[in-house]
Every structure is written in structure tokens, then in C-alpha cells.
């Protein structure tokens, strides 16, 4: 998981529990500079996450319930679709996916972390409940 996905794993918790904020109270929370809670909410606004409110104050909001948002979800918001065919030590270098035997082991490894995290709510990370 990149950088980029943990501060939008940030920002998306921070609006589940405030609903509506404006930028420089999300960074101010966060610990984040407030020009990079610009571009990942600009990220996460392009896939349906987050709403621009505008008005006035100019603030954010969740664009769903937090129970139908997941960590997937934003992770891929920011990241991209995770890839589970490549190798998980040395992705893009090794080429020998079909004869290794530790390739099989990391697909199962990435499709586990994957169905995980597709589980994970921001609701349920709220209450304490991990699980859909």
C-alpha cells in the first residue's frame, strides 16, 4: 500500500466521523499538509468517495454511508486496481512467475489481503467491527 493510500485511508475515516469538513480541518486533524488532502480528495471525489460541497465553507463529505465505503475502496481509488498476477517479492523484475514456486504463495497471500480488505468498513472500523 502506497503512502497516498494511507493518507486517504486518513481522510476518509477523519469525514466518517465529522461528515462534513473543510480541507484545512481534515489536514489540521490529520497531520497532513492541506494542499495533499486537496489532491487525494480530488482522487477519491473522481471515484465516487468523496463529494466537493460546495458553498460558502467549500467542504468535504463522504458521497455514501461509511458501511458501503471499504479500505479496498480507497485503495484503489488512489492506487489502482490491485494486481494479483505478479510476483509479491519482486514485482516487474523476475519474469519466472509460472515456473516459481513462491509465486503461488504470494497470489494467495495478495488474494486474502485483497477479500480482507474488501471486508473492512469504515463504519466497522468505527465501532470496532472489521467485517462487513
Do not use: W
Not at 519482486?90 to 519466472?96: F, L, N, S, T
Request: a positive charge; charged letters at 25%; glycine letters at 10%.
Amino acid at each position: 500500500m502506497s503512502r497516498q493510500a494511507d493518507y486517504a485511508i486518513r481522510v476518509v475515516l477523519d469525514l466518517s466521523v465529522h461528515r462534513e469538513a473543510r480541507i484545512k480541518e481534515i489536514a489540521r486533524r490529520q497531520h497532513l499538509s492541506p494542499s495533499y488532502v486537496g489532491r487525494i480528495s480530488q482522487r477519491l471525489a473522481k471515484t465516487g468517495i468523496l463529494e466537493n460541497r460546495r458553498g460558502r465553507l467549500g467542504c468535504l463529505g463522504l458521497a455514501c454511508s461509511p458501511d458501503q465505503i471499504t479500505l479496498l475502496d480507497v485503495i484503489e481509488a488512489v492506487d489502482g486496481p490491485v494486481n494479483v498476477d505478479r510476483c509479491l517479492l519482486a514485482p516487474d523484475e523476475c519474469g519466472r512467475e509460472p515456473s516459481c514456486p513462491v509465486y503461488k504463495v504470494g497470489q494467495e497471500v495478495l488474494l486474502v489481503g485483497m477479500a480482507k480488505l474488501s471486508g473492512v468498513t469504515f463504519a466497522g472500523l468505527l465501532n470496532g467491527d472489521q467485517t462487513k
